[in-house]
């Protein structure tokens, strides 16, 4: 008797004005990262989509967070929605151990590009924060102090959407030789919007990287995460 596969659930924020297009992303996203976890059921769900999480979701399920830290939509919205489901909810994406190191690379792979050596780099690290509560400024703090030390060299400043020091406020001050890494799960309006907007108001004259994200060799990282937590998960 063939025995049913694991069932996984990428869920991400989504764009509650448009949710299709973040919704296909997402899928897109899935795709990949089910190439790596052949004998999973990998699935997508943005919250942004009405009832679409709790009918992808089943008991037995891994839930991932696609989502840069544990804060309101993590702790509490993604919970609530999921009450009565006997699944398990992973680490958010912005938290993994392995996060940084990726992003490093691709920091240096960009530099390469560029002609740039690491000595001298900037690098604007433009994340969300919230006046709402400290904990995307605190994943964002905490990624960035894991990257300084892969980094040696750069000068590593933060910069925030939602609160100071804001993103345009960050990057006023940058030479031309740096680069901006937006601490982001998907490009939704903040990243193709917001911050352009900051940038162009900044002056700033580096390049700007994927969204984290998209960076080469996410959808193995996630991969590795949800299996990762379904061994956690295991008695």
Request: aromatic share 6%; proline share 9%; hydrophobic share 45%.
């Amino acid at each position: 008797m063939t025995q049913s596969p694991q069932t996984a659930i990428i869920t991400a924020h989504g764009q509650p004005s448009a949710p299709a297009p973040a919704e296909a992303d997402l899928a897109k996203l899935v795709a990949d990262v089910a190439a790596y976890l052949p004998e999973w059921d990998v699935r997508s769900a943005t919250l942004a989509t009405p009832g679409r999480l709790e009918e992808m979701t089943e008991d037995g399920a891994v839930v991932y967070p696609f989502f840069m830290s544990q804060g309101y939509f993590t702790a509490k919205v993604l919970p609530e929605r999921l009450k009565g489901i006997n699944c398990h909810i992973a680490a958010p994406f912005g938290l993994d151990a392995a996060l940084p190191p990726l992003a490093a690379r691709a920091i240096q792979q960009a530099a390469l590009a560029q002609g740039w050596d690491l000595g001298g780099l900037h690098l604007l690290l433009a994340a969300h924060g919230s006046a709402r509560g400290a904990k995307a400024a605190e994943a964002a703090e905490a990624f960035a102090a894991r990257l300084r030390p892969m980094l040696p060299g750069c000068t590593l400043t933060p910069g925030y959407v939602e609160q100071d020091p804001r993103v345009e406020t960050a990057a006023a001050s940058l030479p031309a030789r740096a680069l901006c890494l937006p601490f982001f799960a998907q490009a939704g309006d903040h990243v193709k919007e917001d911050i352009p907007e900051a940038l162009e108001t900044a002056q700033f004259g580096g390049t700007v990287l994927p969204v984290t994200g998209a960076l080469p060799g996410v959808p193995g990282l996630i991969a590795e995460a949800i299996r990762s937590a379904a061994s956690d998960r295991e008695p």
